[in-house]
């Protein structure tokens, strides 16, 4: 029976459950230094005078590094790509989300409230920190833009991005909207929503002579090589990234932020290595957020329901510094049939840290206001809201014309709602009860893109008989470890307990970002396809050994099975493939594979597709809401492991419940900054807020994505859910919320 797919317990639970597994800031390097960031407390202007004696007197200060006497870089801002688009630097694109600017005391501008503007290193943390906070520093303080309703008055477009472009149209909408029988026209809001990852950022640097070493918490160690390198003017081989695990990351890990190259620069400076960890504060600006957005759906359709035109513009914030586009219309773009559709993404400029992805970039906030809108509208036509979507069902992809790889979203609709119990639903808001209690049930669909990119992946078989497969990629705490050695020991024809996958290490073959729900999906292939190689190096040298059972046999009479090579015409001629290594020589026998991207996405349009179902129980008095249950059935290609699965769906409705419910970075807009900025205040779900989590994961297989057939499975969790509660919070009240999150207070209006 195939390893794949099973639910395999975690091969590195035992680790981490015994506090062995080493995150980026517990890597123990002799003599280290530790260096805090001192940040702006303006938005915006120039800093106009530096006091740093008294930090520099204190006992173990060595040294405070600021803009007047920071090393020089080669390249000041680390790098020139943007985020949301634009040129691409050099080659290390290919692989990698752009790198935003960074601020890396090479100037004297402040561009955000919370900008890194100095760096004290200490010989222990506490006298770091002591000293961080006796820097002071006066500013030439500039008019700053923190009213995102007047930088609306001066919207930008952004730059055109490949798959994601600025604008799109088909037919003509407006003729549409004029036949349709009936339309909506409403305005939805997102806020600012902070990444809130266990483990929060750190790296450590260490230089010997002209190499670097960076022990980072990153989903993307060759971008931070990459982004390192240019930075000191060095070739990407002499900078090496360590990230063995990740302890969470939700996209702002994903590109390489100023502290990773700020450690780098404090080690040179004081010849020593240096760590730098970010406090739960700090990870609120430097690091990235989820955009604002304000999002306008015009929806016309006709009497039965059909969608004659789709109009979706969407403005979001970016940064003075640097621009990312949150993409919200891309949903949009894909989900739904209808004759015409039109959309628009634009950019209103404020005065704060660089936004970035966050999980489901554009689609957790785009399917917000597409599915509320699509639920308006099934109560203006009276009609059932999985009748609505079934009947704008698209059999292919509405904007290329091309067949989808695979989808089963209607069958997802099916579970989904018989799980859920949909028939029972009295549709009249405010109808169902459960006592004083008023009971809501809401929907949604979906949808997040099967991506994919070329990695690569090394095998080798050891002469103990053990097999270790390596690739330069990362484990954020999704189960990357488990779910590569299922796919290498079902390829080698090894038990489990034999093979060992190693990853997080720029010195090992290189793979992608571990972001866009890509990484099963592109390094799964390359492991695949090293471990099958490697296979086929053992079958062919254990056939060409004069000495073996097996030899004068042909590479397709062999079998491998449970660690050894087996004729299949004749079981009994065996061979155990350690004995292959050792006659071979001793020495390990190793294969190579490249994965790389066909043309199969010129050919088929790859998404994962799902449905969710949400109860929501208010209390009419006080308005609290509270989800006792949720039922979410996903369709995502070929499940690599139960458990995993399982969890990281499950992790995603819970977010989606966040989401919905909680999130949201109350910002002080006089200043900029963040006043939520911790745990404590920023609000995120615990166990006490989350029901029953219903997951089921129909049967699909896609033999267009990989030769897995695996699509992610990271981000489709989160979509759709936050438009499931505000529909079901409109079945219970009565009331639509169309601006996140929904709070109490907005019920009780």
Same mark, same amino acid.
Request: with cysteine.
């Given at each position: 029976?195939?390893?794949?797919?099973?639910?395999?317990?975690?091969?590195?639970?035992?680790?981490?459950?015994?506090?062995?597994?080493?995150?980026?800031?517990?890597?123990?390097?002799?003599?280290?230094?530790?260096?805090?960031?001192?940040?702006?407390?303006?938005?915006?202007?120039?800093?106009?005078?530096?006091?740093?004696?008294?930090?520099?007197?204190?006992?173990?200060?060595?040294?405070?590094?600021?803009?007047?006497?920071?090393?020089?870089?080669?390249?000041?801002?680390?790098?020139?790509?943007?985020?949301?688009?634009?040129?691409?630097?050099?080659?290390?694109?290919?692989?990698?989300?752009?790198?935003?600017?960074?601020?890396?005391?090479?100037?004297?501008?402040?561009?955000?409230?919370?900008?890194?503007?100095?760096?004290?290193?200490?010989?222990?943390?506490?006298?770091?920190?002591?000293?961080?906070?006796?820097?002071?520093?006066?500013?030439?303080?500039?008019?700053?833009?923190?009213?995102?309703?007047?930088?609306?008055?001066?919207?930008?477009?952004?730059? =055109?991005?490949?798959?994601?472009?600025?604008?799109?149209?088909?037919?003509?909408?407006?003729?549409?909207?004029?036949?349709?029988?009936?339309?909506?026209?409403?305005?939805?809001?997102?806020?600012?929503?902070?990444?809130?990852?266990?483990?929060?950022?750190? #790296? $450590?640097?260490?230089?010997?002579?002209?190499?670097?070493?960076?022990?980072?918490?990153?989903?993307?160690?060759?971008?931070?090589?990459?982004?390192?390198?240019?930075?000191?003017?060095?070739?990407?081989?002499?900078?090496?990234?360590?990230?063995?695990?990740?302890?969470?990351?939700?996209?702002?890990? /994903?590109?390489?932020?100023?502290?990773?190259?700020?450690?780098?620069?404090?080690?040179?400076? &004081?010849?020593?290595?240096?760590?730098?960890?970010?406090?739960?504060?700090?990870?609120?600006?430097?690091?990235?957020?989820?955009?604002?957005?304000?999002?306008?759906?015009?929806?016309?359709?006709?009497?039965?329901?059909?969608?004659?035109?789709?109009?979706?513009?969407?403005?979001?914030?970016?940064?003075?510094?640097?621009?990312?586009?949150?993409?919200?219309?891309?949903?949009?773009?894909?989900? *739904?049939?209808?004759?015409?559709?039109?959309?628009?993404?634009?950019?209103?400029?404020?005065?704060?840290?660089?936004?970035?992805?966050?999980?489901?970039?554009?689609?957790?906030?785009?399917?917000?206001?597409?599915?509320?809108?699509?639920?308006?509208?099934?109560?203006?036509?009276?009609?059932?809201?999985?009748?609505?979507?079934?009947?704008?069902?698209?059999?292919?992809?509405?904007?290329?014309?091309?067949?989808?790889?695979?989808?089963?979203?209607?069958?997802?609709?099916?579970?989904?709602?018989?799980?859920?119990?949909?028939?029972?639903?009295?549709?009249?808001?405010?109808?169902?009860?459960?006592?004083?209690?008023?009971?809501?049930?809401?929907?949604?669909?979906? #949808?997040?893109?099967?991506?994919?990119?070329?990695? %690569?992946?090394?095998?080798?078989?050891?002469?103990?008989?053990?097999?270790?497969?390596?690739?330069?990629?990362?484990?954020? @705490?999704?189960?990357?470890?488990?779910?590569?050695?299922? $796919?290498?020991?079902?390829?080698?024809?090894?038990?489990?307990?034999?093979?060992?996958?190693?990853?997080? !290490?720029?010195?090992? =073959?290189?793979?992608?970002?571990?972001?866009?729900?890509?990484?099963?999906?592109?390094?799964?292939?390359?492991?695949?396809?090293?471990?099958?190689?490697?296979? +086929?190096?053992?079958?062919?040298?254990?056939?060409?050994?004069?000495?073996?059972?097996?030899?004068?046999?042909?590479? @397709? +009479?062999?079998?491998?099975?449970?660690?050894?090579?087996?004729?299949?015409?004749?079981?009994?001629?065996?061979?155990?493939?350690?004995?292959?290594?050792?006659?071979?020589?001793?020495?390990?026998?190793?294969?190579?594979?490249?994965?790389?991207?066909?043309?199969? %996405?010129?050919?088929?349009?790859?998404?994962?597709?799902?449905?969710?179902? &949400?109860?929501?129980?208010?209390?009419?008095?006080?308005?609290?809401?509270?989800? =006792?249950?949720?039922?979410?059935?996903?369709?995502?290609?070929?499940?690599?492991?139960?458990?995993?699965?399982?969890?990281?769906?499950?992790?995603?409705?819970?977010?989606?419940?966040?989401?919905?419910?909680?999130?949201?970075?109350?910002? !002080?807009?006089?200043? @900029?900054?963040?006043?939520?900025?911790?745990?404590?205040? *920023?609000?995120?779900?615990?166990?006490?807020?989350?029901?029953?989590?219903?997951?089921?994961?129909?049967?699909?297989? !896609?033999?267009?994505?990989?030769?897995?057939?695996?699509?992610?499975?990271?981000?489709?969790?989160?979509?759709?859910?936050?438009?499931?509660?505000?529909?079901?919070?409109?079945?219970?009240? /009565?009331?639509?919320?169309?601006?996140?999150?929904?709070?109490?207070? %907005?019920?009780?209006?």
């Amino acid at each position: 029976m195939s390893i794949v797919g099973q639910g395999i317990d975690r091969v590195d639970a035992r680790l981490k459950v015994t506090g062995t597994a080493t995150y980026s800031a517990e890597h123990k390097l002799p003599n280290m230094a530790y260096a805090v960031i001192v940040q702006s407390t303006i938005p915006k202007g120039r800093i106009a005078a530096v006091e740093t004696a008294a930090a520099e007197a204190m006992p173990g200060v060595l040294a405070v590094l600021t803009h007047q006497n920071a090393p020089r870089l080669a390249k000041p801002h680390g790098s020139e790509t943007k985020q949301g688009g634009g040129e691409q630097s050099k080659p290390d694109q290919k692989q990698s989300p752009p790198t935003p600017k960074l601020t890396l005391l090479q100037e004297d501008r402040v561009y955000y409230n919370g900008q890194p503007v100095a760096l004290v290193v200490a010989d222990t943390f506490e006298r770091a920190r002591d000293a961080a906070r006796r820097v002071r520093l006066r500013y030439a303080a500039e008019p700053a833009q923190l009213d995102f309703s007047k930088a609306k008055q001066k919207l930008r477009r952004p730059e =055109p991005q490949p798959e994601r472009p600025s604008d799109t149209g088909r037919g003509n909408v407006e003729r549409s909207l004029q036949r349709a029988a009936t339309r909506v026209d409403l305005l939805y809001t997102t806020p600012m929503e902070n990444h809130n990852p266990i483990e929060p950022h750190a #790296t $450590i640097a260490q230089w010997e002579g002209d190499r670097l070493t960076l022990y980072d918490t990153t989903q993307n160690i060759s971008g931070a090589q990459r982004t390192a390198a240019l930075s000191f003017g060095l070739p990407p081989e002499q900078v090496r990234v360590v990230c063995p695990f990740v302890g969470g990351g939700f996209g702002s890990k /994903g590109t390489t932020w100023s502290h990773v190259v700020l450690a780098a620069i404090a080690a040179k400076a &004081v010849q020593r290595p240096v760590k730098l960890a970010l406090d739960r504060t700090q990870m609120y600006g430097p690091v990235g957020a989820r955009p604002l957005t304000e999002q306008r759906l015009v929806l016309g359709a006709n009497a039965q329901g059909k969608l004659a035109a789709i109009r979706h513009d969407t403005i979001s914030s970016t940064a003075t510094l640097d621009d990312f586009t949150e993409p919200c219309t891309s949903v949009s773009r894909i989900l *739904y049939a209808s004759e015409s559709l039109q959309t628009s993404q634009r950019l209103a400029t404020l005065d704060v840290g660089v936004p970035t992805y966050m999980r489901a970039p554009g689609e957790a906030s785009g399917s917000f206001a597409l599915e509320s809108a699509l639920d308006e509208l099934a109560y203006r036509l009276k009609m059932d809201p999985v009748e609505l979507r079934l009947a704008n069902y698209a059999e292919k992809d509405p904007e290329k014309d091309i067949p989808w790889s695979s989808k089963s979203l209607r069958e997802c609709y099916r579970a989904g709602a018989e799980r859920f119990g949909w028939a029972r639903r009295n549709p009249k808001p405010g109808s169902m009860r459960n006592g004083r209690t008023l009971v809501g049930w809401g929907m949604a669909t979906a #949808t997040y893109p099967a991506n994919r990119k070329g990695a %690569k992946a090394v095998a080798a078989l050891l002469p103990d008989g053990t097999a270790v497969v390596r690739s330069g990629s990362h484990d954020l @705490g999704t189960g990357t470890y488990t779910v590569m050695t299922q $796919i290498a020991a079902d390829a080698l024809g090894m038990p489990l307990s034999r093979v060992r996958f190693q990853l997080g !290490d720029t010195t090992m =073959p290189e793979a992608p970002v571990s972001g866009g729900s890509q990484t099963v999906a592109s390094v799964g292939p390359a492991v695949h396809q090293a471990a099958r190689a490697l296979r +086929d190096k053992l079958i062919a040298t254990a056939t060409a050994d004069t000495a073996s059972p097996l030899h004068g046999l042909g590479a @397709g +009479d062999v079998d491998a099975v449970d660690g050894w090579l087996v004729s299949r015409a004749d079981p009994a001629r065996r061979v155990q493939m350690s004995t292959v290594v050792t006659r071979a020589g001793g020495q390990p026998i190793v294969a190579n594979a490249s994965a790389e991207q066909g043309d199969e %996405k010129k050919r088929f349009s790859m998404h994962a597709f799902g449905a969710v179902f &949400v109860e929501v129980h208010i209390d009419p008095d006080v308005g609290t809401i509270h989800v =006792p249950r949720v039922v979410g059935a996903y369709g995502i290609g070929r499940m690599m492991n139960a458990k995993t699965t399982h969890s990281q769906l499950m992790g995603g409705i819970v977010w989606g419940l966040g989401m919905g419910l909680m999130e949201k970075t109350e910002m !002080d807009w006089r200043f @900029g900054r963040a006043v939520n900025a911790n745990l404590a205040d *920023y609000h995120v779900p615990v166990n006490a807020d989350c029901g029953a989590i219903d997951i089921i994961v129909v049967d699909e297989e !896609d033999k267009q994505i990989n030769e897995l057939g695996a699509k992610g499975v990271g981000e489709i969790g989160i979509t759709g859910v936050a438009a499931a509660i505000a529909n079901a919070v409109y079945h219970a009240t /009565g009331k639509r919320i169309r601006d996140l999150p929904i709070t109490p207070d %907005k019920v009780m209006v």
